[in-house]
C-alpha cells in the first residue's frame, strides 16, 4: 500500500468546514483512498473512499487531484464531536486485507 | 453506524486466567479482523478470517487464538493472560468487494487490563 503523508494536527472552529489534506504521491491506479477517523479510546469509524472522482456522504466529502496524488477530506459543519485523528489510507486487496494506519491529523474543534 | 459488537467493553483480570473476548456482526460480512492498539500507537492485526472455518495469523504475533464456527461470530482467547497483554482489542468485518479493497468496519473495542 502507498504511504501517505498528512499533517500532525489542526485546529478548527466549530461550525466551520475542516479541510484535512493528504499527500499520496506514489499512489498506484488500483488503491483507492480511505478515510477513517479514531474519536478517544473508540474503534476506528469509517468515513469515505474513493478511487479518483470526487465524493459525498453524509459525513464528509473527498476531493481527489486529477493525478490522484493528493486528497482533501472536507467536514462541511465541525462539531465538538468531529474532535478526532483522522488517517488517510491508500489500499489494493492485500493478504488479511489489514488496515495501516500512520500517524494521522489529530483535528481539534474549538468552540 | 456499523453493527458490529464487542464484550466486554472493559476488562481486569488477574494474570493466569483465561479470558474470551466476544465479537458479532449481523451485516452478514465474510471477512472479519482483530487488531491491537496500545494508547495513542497504531493498529496492529493480529488475527483474521475470510469466511467460516477460516482463520489466519497477522503481522503482529500474538498468543492468542481465535475461531469461526459462524459468519457473524469471531471470538478471541487468551489461554492465560499475563500484563503483557494489556491493551486495547478492535474487532473488524467487511464484505468482499472482488478487485478492490473492502471497507472495514469497526466495533467499540475492548480494553484489557491483566494485572
Known amino acids: 500500500d502507498a504511504k501517505t503523508t498528512q499533517p500532525p494536527s489542526m485546529d478548527c472552529a466549530e461550525g466551520r468546514a475542516a479541510n484535512l489534506p493528504c499527500n499520496h504521491s506514489?499512489?498506484?491506479?488500483?488503491?483507492?483512498v480511505y478515510w477513517y477517523r479514531q474519536i478517544h479510546s473508540q474503534g476506528p469509524q469509517y468515513i469515505i473512499h474513493?478511487?479518483?472522482n470526487n465524493e459525498t456522504n453524509e459525513m464528509a466529502s473527498l476531493i481527489i487531484t486529477e493525478d490522484r496524488k493528493s486528497s482533501t477530506l472536507i467536514l462541511p459543519h465541525a462539531t465538538l464531536r468531529d474532535t478526532a485523528v483522522y488517517y488517510c489510507?491508500?489500499?489494493?486487496?492485500?493478504?488479511?486485507?489489514?488496515?495501516?494506519f500512520g500517524g494521522g491529523t489529530r483535528v481539534l474543534v474549538k468552540p | 453506524e456499523a453493527d458490529i459488537y464487542q464484550t466486554p467493553r472493559y476488562l481486569v483480570i488477574g494474570t493466569g486466567k483465561k479470558i474470551t473476548l466476544e465479537c458479532s456482526q449481523t451485516?452478514?460480512?465474510?471477512?472479519m479482523y482483530w487488531y491491537q492498539q496500545d494508547p495513542g500507537m497504531e493498529l496492529h492485526l493480529i488475527h483474521y478470517s475470510y469466511g467460516v472455518n477460516s482463520t489466519e495469523k497477522g503481522d503482529l504475533s500474538s498468543e492468542s487464538t481465535v475461531s469461526r464456527i459462524r459468519t457473524e461470530h469471531f471470538p478471541l482467547t487468551l489461554e492465560s493472560a499475563r500484563p503483557s497483554h494489556t491493551s486495547q482489542y478492535l474487532c473488524?468485518?467487511?464484505?468482499?468487494?472482488?478487485?478492490?479493497?473492502?471497507?472495514?468496519?469497526f466495533g467499540p473495542g475492548t480494553r484489557l487490563t491483566v494485572l
Open positions: 506514489t499512489i498506484s491506479g488500483n488503491e483507492y
Open positions: 473488524a468485518s467487511s464484505r468482499s468487494t472482488g478487485l478492490f479493497a473492502d471497507t472495514q468496519y
Open positions: 451485516m452478514g460480512h465474510d471477512k
Open positions: 474513493g478511487l479518483k
Open positions: 489510507i491508500v489500499r489494493v486487496r492485500a493478504a488479511g486485507n489489514k488496515l495501516t
